[in-house]
């Protein structure tokens, strides 16, 4: 696995003291959507189907500080929309930095290069650019409906690399995803010098235009076993090695809708990143007023069946990690050994 | 459409142009969950008659009082308006989330030549 001590220790630090609290309901990495906003429309994206004054408006740095200290978690991922495009992004991450957040700027790197050459952002352990690719050239261009984009991200990744920042990727699968061709990308992508990778099965949007491709629990797993079965050495991963095993269909665990909040302009959203069934004005309210017991596979929630994505899964993996001794077992194996 | 060809499902697609009567058949609330779901600007129209054009982003119906919150078509808001106040609201906006199916997108993309086919997004950004 790939990601630094000093922010494995700021999250494991985080969790314990969580526990020794005794929080049941506490966030792992805050989703700060500044703006909807976007120079795609990927097909499998249900994030951006927005009237036009909607997509024009954005959250000052203000109202997105406000949230991550109502908040607290120790990681902001900040998606969207195109973080790129937001205009007060520089001020941003200079601030959540300032803050001592590990920010995962989520990007599809169309704008990286040039915002880099403008010196929007300094080099930062606490920032990494998470770059969006879902596989090989022919896969992401597919997936993100235009051709170009892999070989623009992968410019931009160059020149972040070459500036001394923190790069990752983030891919989602969907259904028809080679396992070989994945594993080929795995190999571009540390060739390429990324510091890790992130990896999950698409969520099936309500309002996304492709609702044929998504991946269902067992495709999921069986794709996943495929690829992961046998992992290169070289292949890292910035992220829990229990998820990627849970992906695989070696760890049964449940979602924690909360472990991911999600803010943005119309507020916090209920009760994930995936669902919008409504909005609370603090994240108080949210964690407080929400029917946690409605989500979840366990629930009987249709709209929870199939999904295994990362906002869900990943906080029970690392709350499995430090929860448990075998879990905390089985983190520290995958880890010393590179297997799943 | 009037309300009394209310749609069955809350289909977003089905749902511009909508023009429902609140009533015994077509409830309040059941429009305010509909209108919570589309993802076009509505017009909310109060029993004082005047009305409120705009994206509805949040509804509570189990907050004393219940209130749906929106902002407006210039994007100024969010304006609470509570569900006593609400006479009914119309599907007066386009549905930004219907007509732009992956299929759709495909078929034209097989219809031109690879290269522009390949540069146009799937729906129009």
Request: net charge neutral.
């Amino acid at each position: 696995m790939s990601v630094p001590v000093s922010q494995m220790w700021a999250v494991a630090s985080y969790v314990i003291r969580q526990r020794i609290k005794g929080r049941k309901h506490y966030p792992l990495v805050l989703m700060l959507e500044p703006l909807f906003r976007c120079n795609l429309a990927c097909a499998g994206c249900g994030k951006i189907q927005y009237p036009p004054q909607i997509l024009r408006k954005h959250l000052t740095v203000e109202q997105c500080l406000k949230a991550v200290d109502e908040c607290g978690a120790p990681m902001v991922s900040i998606p969207g929309g195109e973080p790129l495009m937001y205009p007060e992004i520089g001020p941003l991450v200079e601030a959540l930095v300032a803050h001592r957040k590990y920010v995962y700027l989520c990007t599809n790197a169309i704008l990286l290069k040039e915002r880099l050459e403008e010196g929007v952002f300094r080099p930062s352990k606490y920032l990494s650019f998470s770059v969006h690719m879902d596989g090989l050239r022919e896969e992401h261009d597919d997936a993100v409906c235009r051709a170009g984009v892999y070989d623009q991200a992968v410019e931009g990744i160059r020149e972040a690399l070459k500036r001394g920042f923190r790069v990752t990727t983030n891919t989602t699968l969907f259904d028809g995803a080679s396992p070989m061709r994945m594993q080929m990308f795995f190999d571009d992508m540390m060739d390429l010098g990324v510091e890790g990778m992130m990896l999950s099965p698409g969520y099936s949007y309500a309002k996304a235009p492709d609702q044929e491709h998504f991946l269902r629990r067992q495709k999921t797993q069986e794709l996943f076993r495929k690829m992961l079965e046998n992992p290169k050495r070289r292949w890292k991963f910035n992220q829990s090695p229990l998820f990627l095993q849970f992906l695989m269909g070696k760890q049964d665990f449940e979602c924690t809708p909360w472990g991911n909040p999600t803010y943005n302009i119309f507020g916090w959203q209920r009760p994930c990143y995936l669902l919008q069934e409504g909005y609370a004005e603090t994240f108080k309210e949210l964690i407080e007023t929400t029917r946690w017991e409605q989500y979840g596979r366990a629930s009987g929630n249709d709209k929870c069946q199939d999904c295994m994505v990362h906002c869900g899964y990943e906080p029970t993996a690392v709350n499995h990690t430090f929860g448990s001794l075998r879990g905390f077992r089985d983190t520290v194996a995958a880890t010393l050994t590179g297997k799943l | 459409m009037s309300g009394e060809d209310a749609p069955a499902s809350p289909r977003a697609s089905r749902l511009e142009g909508w023009d429902p009567v609140i009533g015994d058949e077509v409830p309040l609330e059941d429009v305010i969950d509909r209108a919570f779901d589309y993802r076009g600007d509505v017009t909310l129209v109060r029993h004082d008659g005047s009305e409120v054009v705009g994206y509805l982003f949040n509804r509570n119906a189990e907050a004393r009082p219940p209130f749906v919150r929106m902002f407006d078509c210039a994007g100024d808001g969010p304006f609470t308006i509570r569900y006593a106040e609400i006479r009914t609201i119309r599907f007066t906006g386009k549905d930004t989330a219907a007509g732009k199916s992956y299929e759709a997108w495909l078929r034209r993309k097989a219809e031109r030549p690879p290269a522009e086919a390949a540069s146009e997004p799937a729906h129009g950004a």
